[in-house]
């Protein structure tokens, strides 16, 4: 099993696609490597999903996960693909249970203390927060993170590149996902050098804020 908080917290961004052409799967690997990020999470949302998977899960140089895993079957759909770790919007016993049958890493997400406690019962303390700017943004990673000192963050959901800061500098937070340097409108228009250029951008600031906390 790949060691999650070394591969997700390194970069600390997971940019989430939502993609309608596998034809445009190799092409987003390349500019999100070029932008300086080897992870993507591809949600389960489109018909293109697992074959755009498969493309970019054949890329040995980028880490292939899937998101919007909501059921066992899809768990297995997108490990067959090469998914290497798996995302969930909630939290569901049964795609946890799947992911352990397959060896993958799970992250099922989290919006509130109750659901963290379950995922620390399930043995998981990795998760996501989600939708994290609707439930509060930063300020919900930080209260959640004084009763669980052991749980690392992923929020996602209406995070923006103004935004990115306020949670790089949450401590428990790992990485931040998001689909603003992918998105949708830029993939169906083949614009793949702005995704370098935003994606870059975004990994600057990452840097940047998190030298700025020294961490
Ligand atoms: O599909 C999943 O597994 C999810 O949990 C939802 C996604 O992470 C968000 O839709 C991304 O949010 P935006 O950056 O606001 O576009």
Known sequence: MIDLAAELGGPG???????????????????????????VEVTLRTGAALEALRVIAEDPTILA????????????????????YLVSPGFSPTV????????????PGVAT??????????????????????????GVVRALSAPFPQVRFVPTGGITAASLPDYV?????????????????????????????LTSEAVATVRRTREAHER
Do not use: N
Request: aromatic share 2%; charged share 20%.
């Open 13 to 39: 961004l997971v940019p989430v696609v939502v993609i309608d052409s596998a034809a445009r799967a190799a092409p987003l690997a390349d500019a999100l490597r070029s932008g300086g990020l080897l992870t």
């Open 96 to 107: 946890v249970k799947e992911c352990e049958a397959q060896g993958v890493p799970c992250i």
């Open 65 to 84: 996960g899937a998101g919007t895993v909501l059921r066992a079957d899809q768990v297995k759909a997108a490990v067959a693909a090469g998914a290497r």
């Open 169 to 197: 500098e949450v401590p428990s937070v790992l990485a931040v996902g998001g689909s603003w340097m992918v998105a949708p409108d830029l993939l169906a228009a083949g614009d793949f050098e702005r995704i370098t250029q």
């Open 113 to 138: 203390a109750t659901e963290v406690q379950t995922a620390l019962e399930h043995g998981i303390e990795i998760v996501k927060l989600f939708p994290a700017a609707a439930i509060g943004g930063p």
